[in-house]
């Protein structure tokens, strides 16, 4: 079956101010529905890559569609089709969960939607917490608000940038879950991690990224294979 790119990259580089060469030349295609992890160290551009796409950082050269809309001539039309989920925990402490979500589809301009809503939190098992403050909850709990609040404006593709950052063992495997019910729901999810297992676990595709160069984009199952066969070694700290 052919599948419609529902992201695509030409060309991308990015030199920061300071001449550091941030991105260089990144080509990729994500077909709609899959899960691709990209997989790199500190400071390898995974970052960089989501804020260029997502309109927050201005690309030297190169180009990037998300339905078919330009991010940056385009920017509002294709911002709507991207949910982000930032690397930090960035909610306001002391808003309900509720309240919280409400306000981030209003972002999008989109009517209140409280059936939608009730949905996403009930999908995120944040129901019991929906009247609870930010501030009330674990960090594993911040966490499924943020992923829950990127869906308020139904967008199509998902991005997760080092959702497991830091997180112990039981949460991992939690959010692991969570991006695999996304991925029944339709989401395209793009995400980002340091961890090989990570990429394993739920990834269709893996995408290695050092210094700004993405070195190779392959089915997991084909790649795991070829490291197994010590055909490929991935050096990733
Ligand atoms: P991490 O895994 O640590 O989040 P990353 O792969 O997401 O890393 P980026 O955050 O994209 O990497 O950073 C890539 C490189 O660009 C880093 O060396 C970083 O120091 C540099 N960089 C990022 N933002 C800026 C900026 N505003 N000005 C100059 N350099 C920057």
Redo the contacts with the bound molecule.
């Keep these: 079956t052919i599948m419609a790119a529902i992201l695509s990259i030409q060309n991308l580089s990015k030199q920061?101010?300071?001449g550091?060469q941030?991105?260089k030349n990144v080509n990729l295609e994500i077909e709609e529905g899959e899960i691709l992890a990209l997989l790199?160290?500190?400071?390898?551009?995974?970052?960089?890559?989501?804020?260029i796409i997502c309109g927050l950082?201005n690309a030297t050269s190169g180009t990037a569609t998300v339905g078919g809309f330009d991010v940056v001539d385009e920017f509002r039309k294709a911002r709507s089709l991207i949910g982000l989920v930032p690397?930090e925990i960035s909610l306001e402490p002391f808003q309900t969960v509720t309240n919280a979500l409400h306000f981030s589809r209003g972002l999008f301009g989109k009517g209140r939607d409280p059936a939608l809503i009730e949905d996403i939190l009930k999908k995120l098992s944040l129901w019991d917490k929906r009247d609870s403050k930010v501030v009330e909850l674990s960090g594993g709990m911040k966490r499924r608000v943020l992923i829950a609040k990127a869906l308020c404006h139904e967008p199509r593709v998902l991005f997760l940038?080092?959702p497991t950052?830091g997180v112990d063992v039981e949460l991992r495997k939690e959010m692991w879950e969570v991006v695999r019910q996304l991925k029944a729901d339709g989401v395209t999810i793009i995400l980002?991690t340091?961890y090989i297992e990570e990429a394993e676990a739920i990834a269709d595709r893996i995408g290695v990224?050092r210094s700004?160069e993405l070195l190779l984009v392959e089915d997991k199952d084909l790649l795991m294979r070829r490291m197994g066969q010590r055909q490929i070694r991935i050096e990733l700290m």
Excluded at 40 to 51: H, R, V
């Design positions: 920061y101010d300071s550091f941030a991105l790199g160290p500190n400071g390898a551009g995974k970052t960089t890559l989501i804020s950082v690397q940038d080092e950052a980002t340091h990224i700004g």
